[in-house]
């Protein structure tokens, strides 16, 4: 009986299928990986090679791949199928399909992070028809694609940023105040200074965070304050402005002042490590024995030393493992936090003041 040859169509249905799939998967992590305070940018960059490698080969398949994105997206309506199936769309610069990308991104809850990772990924020759287009368009979340992609690549839209900057859609408003921020955009600060009065509290921190970029951090300070205290969603972006504005001495009076409550004890704590001064460390690891403060401490240890990442036995996912009253604070939290002793050995050897 003569034997029968390979099956290449079912083969290559098969593998678009599995690039497909880990795109998605590798650029969720990667999303993931990336909001981790503070975020270990080793680990992103070997993701980074990984996805790169899935997305090349959906780039060689070219408009075949698409089906498979669809059905995709349809079984798993999650971030990385959204930015999986924008992706592609862009890369076959396909108006119909890149609309419907834009309808999927639409209903996310998450500011559409899969579309704007897609539009980040992309370089700005690629998406930049779109996004022309977009950027003046009557449709608010068109213009919120726009000026995401901006931020991202960083690009000066020009006179429309200031119109931008003053527009109805908060969303809009603050992105566009961000990016004034990000580009040094000096001719518009009297513009991002009355916005600190707006009524919304995204507006309001960008419009902050941008005057610090702008070397104005002295008007935004109470606004940051009032952010960071409040320890929501947005307290690290405050307290990393807040830690940049300056001067030195005026934040550390501050934190020291958040130091004297249990509820803003762990900002302090967590602040310390965005302003640079690697002596703290012998602090930092008394800190790390209060369970209350350990996760802040851990995070404020790994941005002043990311070479520590290296050794492993530094941390632990079980803080039970530090005694009980870790195990009473944290339960069956998994979490990590640094092992103080193991840290003290390690600062030691390495002869870290």
């Known amino acids: 009986m003569k034997a029968q040859g390979p099956r290449p169509t079912r083969v290559a249905a098969e593998v678009?299928?599995?690039?497909?799939?880990?795109?998605?998967f590798l650029?969720?992590?990667?999303?993931?990986?990336s909001a981790e305070d503070p975020p270990d940018a080793k680990v992103i960059a070997e993701i980074d090679e990984r996805l790169e490698i899935n997305l090349d080969a959906l780039r060689i398949a070219g408009a075949p791949a698409w089906p498979f994105l669809i059905a995709?997206?349809?079984?798993?309506?999650?971030?990385?199928e959204l930015f999986a199936f924008a992706?592609?769309?862009l890369e076959l610069a396909d108006g119909k399909k890149v609309a419907q990308s834009v309808e999927l991104g639409r209903v996310t809850s998450d500011d559409a992070r899969g579309l704007v990772g897609a539009l980040a990924w992309h370089k700005p020759a690629v998406i930049g028809p779109f996004v022309r287009e977009w950027i003046g368009d009557r449709d608010a979340f068109l213009r919120f694609l726009g000026i995401s992609a901006c931020i991202e690549h960083k690009v000066d839209p020009g006179t429309t940023l200031a119109r931008l900057g003053k527009d109805h859609d908060f969303r809009v408003r603050a992105a566009a105040l961000r990016l004034a921020g990000q580009l040094r955009r000096f001719d518009l600060a009297r513009d991002v200074h009355a916005a600190l009065d707006h009524e919304d509290e995204r507006v309001r921190?960008?419009?902050s965070w941008a005057l610090v970029e702008l070397g104005s951090g002295d008007l935004a300070r109470r606004e940051l304050r009032k952010i960071a205290t409040a320890a929501g969603p947005d307290a690290m972006i405050a307290m990393r402005a807040l830690a940049k504005a300056g001067p030195d001495?005026?934040?550390?009076?501050?934190?020291?002042?958040?130091?004297?409550?249990q509820r803003t004890a762990p900002?302090?704590?967590?602040?310390?490590?965005?302003?640079?001064?690697?002596?703290v460390l012998a602090w930092l690891i008394e800190r790390m024995r209060e369970p209350y403060l350990a996760v802040a401490a851990c995070a404020a240890f790994l941005e002043l030393f990311p070479e520590a990442r290296e050794e492993t036995k530094l941390f632990t996912v079980d803080p039970t493992d530090l005694g009980p009253a870790f195990a009473e604070f944290f339960g069956d939290e998994v979490v990590g936090v640094a092992v103080p002793d193991r840290v003290e050995f390690w600062r030691a050897q390495n002869r870290v003041a």
């Open 267 to 279: 900002l302090a704590v967590r602040g310390i490590g965005m302003l640079g001064d690697r002596s």
């Open 249 to 261: 001495k005026d934040v550390r009076a501050w934190m020291g002042g958040l130091m004297k409550s």
């Open 205 to 207: 921190l960008w419009a």
């Open 72 to 80: 995709q997206h349809e079984d798993f309506p999650d971030k990385g």
């Open 27 to 33: 650029w969720a992590q990667r999303d993931s990986w």
């Open 87 to 89: 992706w592609m769309a």
């Open 16 to 24: 678009i299928r599995q690039h497909a799939e880990l795109a998605a």
